[in-house]
């Protein structure tokens, strides 16, 4: 599947999404809500609101990443899924990662990414998704 973005800004969205340790948060904060995932994701997918909480929002992003991760692909593009995640990543990527749930690895790649690789990455995302709307 293609996902209609350049490799670069998939990588960069990607390991954005990794930095947020959501395994280490949804056993902490939703151990016993296990349904609190599915409930923010469907009320994304319907009417396109966030939580009001941004680690919940942070844990979402994770989650929908790491699905499609282990697929070695982003979802198709202008796919719901695909629309959620772009809209997750311009919510959340100059949001500072909740330094509770950061994984430590991951984080530091982040922090290391070239200069201008995360505002390049959602540069692309709004003209891509201008064109769409």
């Known amino acids: 599947m293609k996902s209609g973005l350049t ?26 809500r296990p349904e609190r995932a599915a409930e923010l994701r469907e009320q ?9 909480y941004a680690e919940e929002n942070f844990a979402v992003n994770f989650l ?22 772009l809209w997750l990543y311009l919510h959340l990527y100059r949001t500072p990662v909740p330094t509770a749930f950061r994984h430590a690895d991951l ?18 995302i709004r003209m891509i998704l201008s064109r769409h709307h």
Request: net charge negative.
């Open 64 to 85: 929908m990443h790491r699905d499609f991760y282990s697929w070695k692909h982003l979802p198709e593009n202008l796919s719901p899924v695909w629309y959620q995640m």
């Open 107 to 124: 984080y530091q790649q982040w922090q290391q990414r070239p200069k201008g690789a995360a505002e390049a990455a959602a540069a692309e």
């Open 44 to 52: 994304l997918h319907t009417s396109g609101r966030l939580s009001a």
């Open 7 to 32: 490799s670069a800004t998939e990588a960069t969205i990607g390991l954005f999404a990794l930095t947020f340790d959501g395994y280490a948060y949804t056993e902490k904060m939703w151990q016993h």
